[in-house]
T-cell receptor, first 110, second 113 residues
């Protein structure tokens, strides 16, 4: 079945450093979504990418969808303590339910 | 109103108890979901309701019984659970089932003793 791999599992950064998490699917995706889950919280939708090669920005966050629609990345510039949490990518392939990556847990040291 | 409301927030139950988790949304969404999330793991899909009909059951044990009384409400009935069923149970909704983004509730933290 479809698998979505996400790396790294953990990332510890100094406040102000950049952060990137990567997602790789075993199959071509119809779309990819990114969610953020704060410690003790629930997943919150950040963005959806649909087109091959698509790049979207939200303030300090940059999201990319690969040309082959099998990989994606989330890059945070100049991390802040408010960025702490687990970032999940999740992809649809055909008509299958959304498949979540294992997530990248980001901690930011002030 | 862009919220998915779940009750209760916390639940402790014994293995012989029967309890229910409740979920409500008033966004007019026609797809509703139950997910199970263990600590430090991604959400794991259990059930999908589309237009109040059960459309996906991810081989969930029968001690979990979902119910969708109407388009705004989703319940999860629990009976004879095991300690390994302890987890965060998340309800989510989307406009329709398909390529839509999910709105998650804050979850019910369940402990089975």
């Amino acid at each position: 079945g479809q698998q979505v791999m996400q790396i790294p599992q953990y990332q510890h950064v100094q406040e102000g450093e950049d952060f990137t998490t990567y997602c790789n699917s075993s199959t071509t995706l119809s779309n990819i979504q990114w969610y953020k889950q704060r410690p003790g919280g629930h997943p919150v939708f950040l963005i959806q990418l649909v087109k091959s090669g698509e790049v979207k920005k939200q303030k300090r966050l940059t999201f990319q969808f690969g040309e082959a629609k099998k990989n994606s990345s989330l890059h945070i510039t100049a991390t802040q303590t408010t960025d702490v949490g687990t970032y999940f990518c999740a992809g649809h392939s055909g008509n299958t339910p959304l498949v979540f990556g294992k997530g990248t847990r980001l901690s930011v040291i002030a | 109103d862009t919220e998915v409301t779940q009750t209760p927030k916390h639940l402790v139950m014994g293995m012989t108890n029967k309890k229910s988790l409740k979920c409500e949304q008033h966004m007019g969404h026609r797809a509703m979901y139950w997910y199970k999330q263990k600590a430090k793991k991604p959400p794991e899909l259990m059930f999908v309701y589309s237009y109040e009909k059960l459309s996906i059951n991810e081989s969930v044990p029968s001690r979990f019984s979902p119910e969708c009384p109407n388009s705004s409400l989703l319940n999860l009935h629990l009976h004879a659970l095991q300690p390994e069923d302890s987890a965060l149970y998340l309800c989510a909704s989307s406009q329709v089932y398909g390529l839509e983004k999910l709105f998650f509730g804050s979850g019910t933290q369940l402990s089975v003793l």
